[in-house]
């Protein structure tokens, strides 16, 4: 499910944003079609999560990284996409589509890395 939410969002990210013209219905078919491909990543991410690390690191080891990226990229994500309309006029937010699809494509890589933890104890 987190490959198919990576791939999905980077596979509707173009199409979504060129599909909001000028109507409110636009913007609203929009989101619901990329809320579907990020749900497949939202609804498993509690279950992955803990896996990731031993019991007695668990909640740090989470914490930690998820709040650093969520800053990293979340927080600066506005204002690297303003900066991008700035600089590069109309072609900024293609240029921004392509880092949002980069680190999708990231992000989707690393799902591939992960180890089965089926019969593990945890």
Known sequence: ML?????????????A???????VWQLGVAIAMMLVVIGATTLIVPAVYPELFPASVRTIGIAI???VSVAAFGGTAAYLQAGMALRFGDAGHIYFGIYTI?????????????RETLGIEL
């Not at 999708?104 to 992960?114: E, N, P, R």
């Open 17 to 23: 944003t060129w599909f909001v013209k000028d109507s």
């Open 65 to 67: 990284p998820y709040a």
């Open 102 to 114: 980069v680190l999708l494509l990231v992000g989707a890589s690393t799902v591939l890395t992960l």
């Open 3 to 15: 490959l198919i939410g990576a791939l999905g969002s980077a596979a509707c990210f173009f199409p």
